[in-house]
């Protein structure tokens, strides 16, 4: 990920601070005394996430190339045992949640609370024994989120990975020989890879479960298993990983992340029913992922991108003509959703491996118009994206279109929704010194039209969840 410098605010753009770690942690710790009364063991922290390119696939098998961000979900806790889970947020004040934690079932709990009281059924309904939480083993836990809610950067998966880390460091002591259990007890750090790919999996479940958000995994997994600066290729197939090194910031690039302010809700219908099409594909052509259905390589290697730019487009459509026919042969009449749907996880799950192949080209590249024209491309790639979620999946908006617009007006080499769409983020990657004109011009925009101000946030390196505090 790259480091931007300082952004000042600006007449135009209202910039968001960079949480600083040592304050959000002593913040928490102060309100978690003042919500129960006493010292927490500990404070636990969680990144949001900027998945630079791979949307809708991950249910499908597909690659995502997703990065933490500097902008985190922290929670203070302290255990109890008497098997009551209690929790509060700061952004939910006089709103402290309690429940049994033996009691917890889909479908009994709404809210933010879901998020939470999800992650420790889910941890005793898949963890294993070392991850499953002990008989009567509770926890008091205070939430403050820095992750902007409903803006596409994954607010729900930073509080269900910090959630996990806390639930698992607190139950440790009620555990009978808990270091002994297994060697993942020792090491909950994000150096075991092991342990942090299981409870992705448990938050994935907690997700899909308890909060009834039909997600694949990208999330949870960029949150819990990211490595600091750098971007994660996640193979969806076995959930296998790729640290790639990202540093725009090396050619006087940046990411511009603007928060359109037009919060989206996944759980509405619109997501679900767009999955639900894509993998009835993988159905009827009798793969258990889509992406069985494209050749082992995606790269292009060494092949110009113009040229792989056609051959990406000729094998889109051929896989989505055979999946719509697929379809219409097993039901008997056409499907009665978009074929743009189809094609878009088609189109996404091609564009993620040749960006991989621009990235791994960018490391062993030190020629200056050589690396110019790979950023190229990967802008390219990321407007590519846009165009795709926008025309065929039809999950962009006019607020996001019309910032699209601008950041390309401005000198973007590329821009994209970030996560599901139907509002929430867009991303861009520009030159470091357009950061700012951009930005003003963009809340120009929307003073103009009436919408929602924008919210405009800086970019440095972020790191995987994480302990943050612990007690003496």
């Known amino acids: ?17 960079l949480p600083d770690d040592a304050q959000e942690i002593e913040r928490v710790r102060a309100s978690f005394i003042s919500a129960y009364g006493y010292e927490p063991e500990g404070v636990w ?14 249910f499908l098998g597909g690659t995502c190339l997703p990065m933490p961000l500097p902008y985190r979900t922290y929670i203070a806790g302290s255990a109890r045992t008497d098997g009551v889970l209690r929790a509060a947020s700061a952004q939910m004040p006089a709103d402290t949640r ?3 934690i033996s009691d917890i079932v889909p479908g009994q709990l709404k809210g933010w609370f879901t998020y939470v009281a999800g992650v420790a059924w889910a941890m005793n309904q898949e963890g294993g024994r070392d991850i499953a939480l002990p008989e009567h083993f509770g926890a008091d836990l205070y939430i403050n989120s820095r992750v902007p809610v409903g803006g596409g950067l994954s607010s729900s998966a930073a509080l269900e990975a910090s959630t996990a880390l806390a639930l698992l460091d607190l139950s440790c002591p009620q555990r009978e020989n808990c270091v002994e259990i ?6 909950r750090s994000a150096a075991n890879d092991a342990l942090r790919a299981r409870l992705a999996q448990v938050c994935i479940n907690a997700e899909n479960t308890i909060a009834g958000a039909q997600t694949g995994g990208l999330d949870q997994s960029a949150a819990l298993r990211s490595l600091p600066g750098q971007a994660l290729a996640i193979d969806f197939r076995d959930f296998s990983i790729e640290p790639l090194h990202v540093a725009p910031e090396q050619d006087g690039l940046a990411w511009l992340v603007i928060d359109t302010n037009t919060p989206h809700e ?20 009798g793969y258990s992922f889509l992406r069985r259905a494209l050749p082992e390589d995606l790269s292009f290697a060494d092949v110009p991108e113009r040229e792989a730019k056609a051959q990406r487009a000729n094998r889109v459509d051929s896989c989505t003509n055979a999946a719509m026919l697929a379809l219409e042969d ?7 959703f978009p074929r743009g749907w189809v094609r878009h996880a088609f189109h996404d799950m091609m564009l993620v491996p040749r960006a991989i192949y621009v990235l791994k080209a960018l490391e062993t590249t030190a020629e200056p118009q050589e690396r110019q024209k790979l950023y190229k491309e ?9 165009v795709s979620m926008r025309d065929e999946l ?8 019309e910032t699209v617009r601008l950041c390309l007006e401005h000198g973007a080499l590329g821009a994209r929704i970030v996560g599901g769409g139907f509002g929430g983020a867009v991303m861009a990657l520009m030159p470091q010194e357009l950061l700012e004109s951009t930005a003003d011009a963009i809340a120009h925009l929307y003073a103009s039209c009436g919408w929602a101000p924008p919210r405009f946030l800086p970019m440095r390196a972020g790191y995987a969840a994480d302990i943050a505090y612990k007690r003496d």
Do not use: C, K
């Not at 922290?45 to 991950?58: C, F, K, M, T, V």
């Not at 297994?182 to 090491?187: E, G, I, K, N, T």
């Open 1 to 17: 990920m790259t480091s931007s410098p300082e952004i000042s605010p600006s007449l135009g753009a209202h910039w968001e601070s």
């Open 45 to 58: 922290s969680a990144p949001g996430r900027l998945n630079l390119l791979g949307e809708y696939i991950d």
């Open 98 to 100: 309690t429940v049994m």
């Open 182 to 187: 297994d060697r993942a007890a020792q090491d």
């Open 266 to 285: 996944l759980i509405d219908g619109g997501f679900a029913a767009r999955r639900a099409a894509s993998e009835s594909a993988s159905h009827a052509l």
């Open 330 to 336: 097993a039901e008997g009449t056409p499907p009665d």
């Open 378 to 386: 990967l802008g390219h790639l990321l407007t590519e994206s846009f």
């Open 394 to 401: 039809r999950v962009s908006r006019v607020e996001i279109d």
